[in-house]
């Protein structure tokens, strides 16, 4: 199944030279981010914890909606788009 992902201007200039999607093979919102973390080993730093679960300031979008972490192992269907940001706050 292939699957586009939109990676934040953020992690292009650093780590995808620039590039902003991907076409992965996978079938859920997680596996996606695997995918890129496979290709740009880097990156996991940006996704992940220490305990290796996905940092909780990592929003992720299929379709333009919002998934919940717990909902990151649904089924993607062809041609869907993931897309992922980063929730940043300040005071």
């Known amino acids: 199944m292939s ?3 939109r990676v ?3 992690l292009q200039l650093k780590l995808t030279g620039g590039q902003e999607t991907f076409e992965v093979a996978a079938h859920t919102p997680l596996e996606c981010l695997c995918a890129l973390e496979s ?3 880097k990156m ?3 996704l992940y914890d220490e305990h290796g679960d996905v940092r909780p ?3 992720v979008f299929v379709n333009g909606e919002k998934v ?3 909902e990151l192992t649904r089924t993607l269907g062809d041609d869907d788009e993931v897309a992922f940001l980063f ?3 300040g005071g």
Request: charged letters at 15%.
């Open 3 to 5: 699957v586009t992902v």
């Open 44 to 46: 996991r730093k940006w």
């Open 39 to 41: 290709q740009f080993p």
């Open 57 to 59: 300031q990592v929003w």
């Open 68 to 70: 919940h972490p717990d």
């Open 8 to 10: 934040p201007s953020l």
């Open 87 to 89: 929730a940043i706050s």
